[in-house]
């Protein structure tokens, strides 16, 4: 339990220094401006979705799943966790949906006192930003299975993928769109890593 707890520590402390540098290329590529502040609220309320509805599924569903697989056995168990991984990808994308047909009177609202193109900036951001919510519920989906598997320092290393993807994508370009595609490619990595490690487990990765 010790050990565990150490290598959460240490893979916790890999992933903040690279979320810090991450945010130190963004200030020196972007400054302090117009475009860092439609960024940073563009993409706070796709991932304050993201991370609510990740909790809530983590809380829940590893209870759950482990005391189905000692009850009912491990094939109940898939059977559990495929089913909420599709009504929980059905939800996001629909969410998705939504916030982009009301992404106007959304970002309206939370921007009032930017100016015009300020705020059309964000929305635009806001917009690119969405796909990560599909994308982070199926990559909390696959946390919690790790977690359930005690593959501990995985599924905290996996969550370094969304930084660095970021600091690669905003290398190669300075625009403003670059901040939004690293953040999107950023969780499409974390799903890549977190499949690649979970490759003998494919089946409870697929929606049922």
Partial sequence: ?????????????????AVIFRE???????????????????????I?????????????????SIQIEVDSGKAAAEALCRAVLARLLVSMVAIS????VFSEPIISALTH????????????????T?????????????????????RLLFSTVASAMIPLTGIIIIQISSTPGA??????????MQCLFVAFILK??????WPA
């Fill in 1 to 17: 339990m010790a050990r565990d707890t150490m290598v959460v520590v240490v893979a916790s402390l890999v992933v903040a220094t």
């Fill in 24 to 46: 130190q290329i963004i200030a020196s590529r972007f400054g302090v401006g117009d475009i860092t502040d439609a960024f940073a609220l563009a993409s706070s309320v796709v």
């Fill in 48 to 64: 304050f979705l993201a991370a609510a509805i990740g909790g809530s599924l983590a809380s829940s569903l590893i209870p759950a």
């Fill in 97 to 100: 949906m939504l916030m982009y």
């Fill in 113 to 128: 006192s930017f100016p015009p193109e300020k705020r059309q900036l964000t929305r635009s951001l806001f917009m690119m």
């Fill in 130 to 150: 969405l796909p990560l919510l599909p994308l982070a519920g199926w990559a909390a989906y696959a946390t919690v299975l790790l977690n359930i598997r005690r």
């Fill in 179 to 188: 901040l939004a595609l690293g953040l999107v490619l950023g969780y499409l």
């Fill in 200 to 205: 003998e487990e494919l089946r409870w990765l």
